[in-house]
């Protein structure tokens, strides 16, 4: 069988350890070798670990941020609830996968800020999918799909806050099972726009 890529292998080892041992402490060199490859041969495809997760989060997880980048510079494509079933869909995915590679930056502060620090200047973070949603539904609202006086900021926080609830609220339940992710999605467009819609959703 062909060997994949470095390029693929380092990114499949990067996903892998990160889900298992959390980003805190899964190290470039770790990376490597489980990568089959050196970590000066890591360094080539990427300048960082930071760089490497932004990778990740953008190759091997839901496609959340390519999705709202194309909607917000296409508004009035679709309908406006079968467009944020789709985000909503997309956003609980990539927090239910991303939660547990993310996590363990939370019980190290320092390392958190450093990492947080560094995404910024590669212009990520976990603050562009709210500021890329709010820029979409203000698009739409220039479109005039959306209603003239709805506070799209607060909008995208409540769609995504519920999606990135729903990563890890269920898990001290008896079951330890999340809301379908189909109906959930399904259910948060609706209410959503019966909020902020110009014409309300069961009409």
Same mark, same amino acid.
């Given at each position: 069988m062909e060997q994949k890529p470095a390029r693929v292998r380092i990114l499949d080892a990067a996903h892998e350890l990160m889900l298992t041992v959390g980003l805190a402490r899964a190290t470039t060199k770790e990376i490597a070798r489980a990568a089959g490859c050196s970590e000066a041969a890591l360094y080539k495809y990427f300048d960082s670990k930071e760089?490497?997760? *932004?990778?990740?989060?953008?190759? %091997?997880?839901p496609r959340l941020t390519p999705l709202l980048s194309s909607l917000a510079t296409e508004p009035g494509q679709g309908t406006l609830e079968g467009n944020l079933t789709e985000i909503? %869909?997309? $956003? $609980?995915?990539?927090?239910?996968? #991303?939660f547990p590679i993310a996590a363990s930056l939370y019980a190290e502060p320092q390392l958190r800020r450093r990492h947080f620090d560094a995404l910024r200047?590669? @212009?990520?973070? =976990?603050?562009? =999918?709210l500021q890329d949603l709010d820029a979409y539904l %203000?698009?739409?609202q220039d479109a005039g799909r959306v209603r003239a006086g709805a506070d799209t900021f607060a909008a995208a926080s409540?769609?995504? @806050?519920?999606?990135?609830?729903? $990563?890890?609220a269920y898990d001290a339940t008896d079951t330890g099972e999340r809301p =379908?992710?189909?109906?959930?999605? !399904?259910r948060l467009a609706k209410t959503l726009l019966d @909020?902020? #819609? *110009?014409? %309300? !959703?069961?009409?």
């Amino acid at each position: 069988m062909e060997q994949k890529p470095a390029r693929v292998r380092i990114l499949d080892a990067a996903h892998e350890l990160m889900l298992t041992v959390g980003l805190a402490r899964a190290t470039t060199k770790e990376i490597a070798r489980a990568a089959g490859c050196s970590e000066a041969a890591l360094y080539k495809y990427f300048d960082s670990k930071e760089d490497l997760f *932004v990778r990740v989060l953008a190759e %091997r997880l839901p496609r959340l941020t390519p999705l709202l980048s194309s909607l917000a510079t296409e508004p009035g494509q679709g309908t406006l609830e079968g467009n944020l079933t789709e985000i909503a %869909r997309q $956003a $609980a995915l990539f927090y239910e996968q #991303s939660f547990p590679i993310a996590a363990s930056l939370y019980a190290e502060p320092q390392l958190r800020r450093r990492h947080f620090d560094a995404l910024r200047k590669l @212009g990520s973070g =976990p603050h562009r =999918p709210l500021q890329d949603l709010d820029a979409y539904l %203000r698009a739409e609202q220039d479109a005039g799909r959306v209603r003239a006086g709805a506070d799209t900021f607060a909008a995208a926080s409540l769609l995504l @806050g519920a999606c990135a609830q729903r $990563a890890f609220a269920y898990d001290a339940t008896d079951t330890g099972e999340r809301p =379908p992710v189909e109906e959930f999605s !399904a259910r948060l467009a609706k209410t959503l726009l019966d @909020g902020i #819609s *110009v014409v %309300r !959703a069961s009409e």
